[in-house]
């Protein structure tokens, strides 16, 4: 892919400095725009994972915002992501001085929509589906273009400048800015309410999604997982479209999953129909039911653009999966065992619930015991007593305080709110100060042959390296 001719905003820039670098994001994005040749630098109040790797791609990293960086960086166009306050003082500084300005999601969306877009939206899967995706096409010689939210473990990025026309993007709803994008293949995971801050009712997700939907190229394809109650309302508001494409269970839909076999340690293999047209059986690496039907509609969507089955099999059988999704981080000795040490980025109550029954699958004789970090307080408040019940998947909960995400602080909500429901129902949840005490805690509370999974979306993931440190 090469830069495309007539996107305003970039013409004749060769500078761009992009605010909240560290973000899955905007470093994908920085990553894309320093492979086209743009110069690129960036700023993030905190230190986020990815920075590393953007250094090692010769993009500077400053922690800190500030106005100085518009006369230290000298940028031709500033990309900001949502998260930064649309009245920053570095923002109007830019402006100020006539830089363009532009966020994340609209800056990203004027590379895909002058492509053939694969844009991957829903509220869970998007990022292990446009993974399955990119990975696909990679192998099969076609040379996509990617942004997905995480880096994949098999490809060791999470974005690339491909050859191709192909542009496979994770596709993010939680600002809104989803609405921008104009796929030439939509891919729709599931929609539930989620991003409370952002979308105060379902109703308001409902109804992006319909434009989102609406707004791709004409004649464009939508495969869509047909499950959930989102997905089937979507379906029913947009008939009679021609160009939809359902995937699901069993046999009533265009594409389906049946006869299951799930493996004792990881991995599960499936029978895939197409139509009345049984094309064979995919073996995957990686467990769970979600993760069957994020393969499904990878697979439906992957055959769409002309790959045969044999090839998507060949690779889905080796997909190791995603960085910070039921990711293995290690072992520990412990007594005459060990303790199996994993990370997952699931904070929705359904993304919860998917991963500690996806870990049942994998270790059904074995003590699951979690660290779980609400990740929110507006999401913490309207969905406590659903992630409570979740969370009742595991043996025991460990609860950290709340990671705002830069939220302001609400005494009205805390992970009391969970651990009370949890601890009234009979199941065994334990409040943590911090890091350090939920450490602490750990030491005595685990035994020979127990599971840790740390989840969450804030920075939980931390723990877990430190308890294999520890």
Known sequence: MKIVKGLCEFEGVERVHLMGIGGVGISALALLLSDMGFKVDGCDLVRGNGMAKLEESGIVCELGHGAYHIEKFLPQLLVYSSAVDSNHEELTAARAKNIPTIGRGLALSRFFNAAHGIGVAGTHGKTTTSSMIGLILERAGLSPTLAIGAETSDLALSARLGDSEFFVAEIDESDGSFEFFKPGLTIITNIEWDHVNYFRTPDDVMAAFVRFARKRKPGAPLVICAEDEGSQSLINTLRPDPHIVTCGWGRSFDWGAFDVERKVGGGVSFSVARGKEILGRLELAVSGEHNIMNALVACASSMLLGVSFESISDTLRGFRGVKRRLERIGEKKKGNGQIDVIDDYGHHPTEIAASLGAMRDVYPNRRLVVVFQPHRYTRTRAFYRQIASALKG????????????????????????????????????????????????????LRPGDVLITLGAGNVTKLSEAYLKR
Do not use: Q, T
């Open 394 to 445: 595991s043996d025991i909960a460990f609860l950290l305080p709340i990671y705002s995400a830069g939220e302001p602080y609400d005494d009205d909500i805390s992970s009391a709110s969970i651990s009370g429901i949890m601890n009234r129902d009979g199941h065994e949840a334990v409040l943590c100060d911090d890091h350090e005490d939920a450490l602490s805690k750990l030491d005595s509370a």
